[in-house]
């Protein structure tokens, strides 16, 4: 006789965590409600009745909700579009003519949060918020990977730069208030300088890709068109009946503007398509238009500086040559114009005057007076040329000019040669640290333009050094340090350099278990649709999401190609392409033999 026992029960699964994560969930949720609510009663006793301020702490907590469910990219690529696409009221658009249609945006964003609010304790900007508030958000999504994916790898030569960058303005605003410095109006002198690095690390973090570079070039696009329809609005219907103001919309957006004409102008002659010409000829006359009516003289200067710059780093190939006649051939007609102009006041030598005023100088009382604060900036930074005076000081008037007070009560702390006055308030030691990471992007951005065989990512490298250079000469010439706008240009150009040297190779990190970089000095190895050094292990993404990127915007030879690479007799381009791999533009027979030369080692 035989006992069976009956079946055990299965087990209850017991499940803790979702129940405890659950409670907390619903005490955080109970924690933040009652947290608005306090601060809506708060706001309402202090803002005195302000629908704006009993307002605030609602749409601040719906914000920071979405901004925290939301991958970073999101929220990142967002405050890049209300930056490039408003206007800061403190740089007094239009010449005070008239108030853009995203003003009342504008004001909000850029301007201290006591105006909009009514408390008067609120005296920082929201930007200032996002910034600090984007820089927490990405460390913590970079320790605790989730819906941004893995973080991707960074150039440490770029991080480090901008942790010197950051270092060395920190140390020039505490060296200004050990020094008895005005802590009001340092904080004007260094909010952007230390925007730059953190907002850099920030769009390095979020940069994944040539759809985010794509991104970034239509979001410049789309606001150099808005802006230029702003500017027609004024310069033909506001001052329609009277002499046009000075400018048709900010000193800040040349950078725009200029950064816009190079993306169409850089990426037609890396694509050579007859897509990207008709985007070359409609998005570059907007563009020059958006110049001709900002009348700025710094924009021509920043875009003749880059041009000339691209120039010189293209390799040279038939089309490079035949720039290069064709400048020769139109020499003389060019100094003809220009004599012709100098005796001549009529508009059509206008660009003539320009250049002359740009070169020589004029002899008005602006000029004049710029001349006196840059002898006066010089003059300071020798008083003390290791650290300069720290910021919260102003400059010594050694020499006086106009007094601007009533117009610009902080002409003394925020020159108008805003490069200089880094010069004179940071010492040697403030400016190297804080120009430190433009350099290593320059660099980075060269060593990109060089391995790449991606036309994307060769115009986008070479349109990262045009910003490097307009931001300088913007800083130089028009408080370019002191415009937001310029400021996410800048790092955003700088984290693209930072991300194209990793994809192509150009930087590689020396670490344990890292790829071996491809050796040949020319890029990845031909015929290879992925490049060795952006694997999917150290890209940290999959092998078939990688292809398919890269495959979407390779390019076939074409007969600009051909021409400028000429097949051996009996094999066409395609055929030639089919063995060693695609022809690239500025890929010459030097590169295609160390490929041919490294496919033979491999074989035998």
């Not at 699964?13 to 608005?36: D, M, Q, Y």
């Not at 960074?154 to 060395?168: F, H, N």
């Not at 953190?198 to 940069?207: D, I, S």
Request: charged share 15%; hydrophobic share 50%.
């Amino acid at each position: 006789m035989s006992l069976a026992l009956p079946p055990a029960a299965a087990p209850v699964a017991w499940e803790p965590a979702r129940g405890r994560g659950a409670s907390l969930a619903g005490a955080a949720l109970a924690l933040a409600t009652v947290v608005v609510a306090l601060a809506t009663c708060a706001a309402l006793f202090v803002g005195e009745g302000s629908p704006g301020a009993v307002a605030a702490p609602v749409l601040v907590a719906a914000l920071g909700f979405a901004v925290w469910k939301l991958p970073l990219r999101v929220s990142v690529f967002g405050l890049f579009a209300l930056v490039v696409f408003t206007s800061n009221p403190q740089e007094r658009p239009a010449a005070g003519e008239w108030e853009p249609p995203l003003h009342p945006l504008a004001s909000l964003l850029f301007e201290n949060l006591n105006k909009a609010t009514g408390i008067g304790a609120l005296r920082v900007a929201a930007i200032d918020l996002a910034i600090v508030g984007l820089a927490l958000l990405a460390l913590r999504r970079a320790s605790q990977p989730g819906r941004d994916g893995t973080a991707l790898p960074a150039p440490s030569v770029l991080r480090r730069a901008m942790a010197i960058s950051l270092a060395g303005v920190l140390l020039a605003e505490a060296s200004g208030l050990l020094r008895h410095g005005d802590a009001r109006n340092s904080l004007w002198q260094v909010r952007q300088l230390a925007a730059v690095p953190v907002m850099a690390l920030v769009f390095l973090q979020v940069l994944r890709g040539p759809a985010d570079l794509k991104r970034l070039g239509v979001l410049v696009v789309a606001a150099t068109f808005a802006k230029t329809l702003e500017g027609l609005w004024v310069r033909f219907v506001v001052c329609d009946h009277a002499d046009p103001p000075p400018y048709v919309t900010t000193h800040s957006d040349s950078m725009l503007f200029v950064a816009a004409l190079l993306m169409v102008l850089v990426f037609w002659h890396e694509v050579g398509t007859r897509r990207s010409f008709w985007l070359m000829l409609g998005v570059g006359s907007v563009a020059t238009a958006a110049i001709v009516l900002n009348n700025r003289r710094l924009a021509w200067v920043a875009l003749a500086a880059a041009l000339a710059t691209i120039y010189w780093l293209l390799p040279r190939t038939r089309f490079t040559r035949s720039a290069a006649r064709a400048a020769v051939l139109l020499l003389p007609v060019a100094i003809l114009y220009t004599v012709a102009g100098l005796s001549s006041q009529s508009a059509v030598f206008k660009p003539v005057h320009m250049v002359v005023s740009v070169v020589v100088g004029s002899k008005d009382r602006s000029t004049q007076t710029r001349d006196i604060e840059n002898w006066n900036l010089v003059h300071t930074l020798k008083a003390n040329p290791m650290l300069g005076t720290g910021f919260g000081h102003p400059y010594a008037e050694f020499s006086r000019a106009d007094d601007i007070s009533r117009l610009f009560q902080q002409y003394k702390f925020i020159p108008h040669n805003s490069l200089l006055g880094l010069w004179a308030f940071g010492g040697l030691v403030g400016f190297t640290a804080f120009w430190l990471p433009l350099v290593v992007s320059a660099f980075l951005a060269a060593r990109a333009f060089r391995r790449s065989r991606v036309p994307l990512e060769r115009a986008a490298a070479l349109v990262s050094i045009g910003v490097l250079i307009g931001y300088s000469i913007q800083a130089y010439g028009d408080m370019g340090l002191q415009s937001w706008e310029s400021t996410f240009l800048l790092s955003a150009a700088m984290a693209t350099a930072g991300r194209l040297a990793m994809d192509s190779g150009g930087w590689t990190e020396r670490t344990a278990g890292a790829l071996t970089p491809d050796p040949s000095p020319h890029g990845p190895r031909c015929g290879s649709p992925i490049p060795p050094q952006c694997g999917p292990v150290e890209r940290g993404e999959s092998a078939s999401i990688r292809a398919n990127e890269w495959q979407s915007i390779r390019r076939p030879a074409t007969n600009r190609d051909a021409a400028a690479h000429p097949s051996p007799p009996g094999r066409t381009a395609v055929e030639q392409a089919g063995t060693s791999g695609p022809v690239w533009r500025g890929d010459g027979g030097e590169g295609r033999a160390n490929g041919r030369e490294s496919q033979r080692g491999m074989q035998s």
